[in-house]
């Protein structure tokens, strides 16, 4: 089992940037797929960013070009990066593995076991 911890969110202008981090504990982090979720009021659960245990990566398109997801296995942590963030950016950002090579859908919650408490982003125009 891995546990999920996230920081970096804050409040920011439009254009500006933020790098979000996930600190996991437990055993083999290595080998989990993990993925970026966010969460705005009155809207569902959406998939931003994922990266496999080969570390392939996928983006939703909204944030393609724009946000960039690594993945430290030394450090046990999982970093966004977001860069010309827009107000339309705004949400609870939730960090999320599975202990998988892969997944068939990597943008979709129901991929993912484990879920962080999540971290806020506002970006303000």
């Known amino acids: 089992q891995v546990q999920l911890v996230e920081s970096g969110g804050g409040s920011v202008q439009a254009g500006g940037s933020l790098r979000l981090s996930c600190a996991a504990s437990?055993?083999?982090?290595?080998?989990?797929?993990m993925a970026w979720f966010r969460q705005a009021p009155g809207k569902e659960r959406e998939g931003v960013a994922s990266i496999d245990r080969t570390g392939s990566t996928a983006y939703a398109g909204s944030v393609k070009g724009r946000f960039t997801i690594s993945k430290d296995n030394a450090k046990n942590t999982l970093h966004l990066q977001m860069n010309s963030l827009k107000p339309e950016d705004t949400a609870m950002y939730y960090c999320a593995a599975v202990y998988a090579v892969n997944t068939a859908t990597p943008l979709m919650r129901n991929e993912y076991k484990y879920w962080g408490r999540g971290t806020q982003v506002t970006v303000s125009s």
């Open positions: 437990g055993y083999f982090y290595s080998r989990y797929s």
